[in-house]
């Protein structure tokens, strides 16, 4: 797993409120979003959407990920 970067906690609640809404078709809501705002130009919110995407996926996985102590 690459290290992710989060912008805020504003972003763990656009996860949070993604997976509520769409459930297990929240990351690819969120490919979409990202998507949508690389076709505008906006590439700022375009990376956040792409790492909001893979918050999700992490959020949403059965397994550990990194160390666990």
Do not use: K
């Amino acid at each position: 797993m690459v290290p992710m970067y989060l912008a805020d906690a504003e972003q763990v609640a656009e996860a949070a409120d993604l997976i509520a809404a769409f459930g297990d078709h929240a990351p690819v809501e969120a490919a979409i979003r990202a998507g949508h705002m690389r076709d505008i130009g906006n590439y700022l919110r375009f990376c956040r959407w792409r790492q909001t995407e893979r918050l999700i996926e992490v959020l949403a996985s059965e397994e550990a990920i990194g160390t666990i102590h």
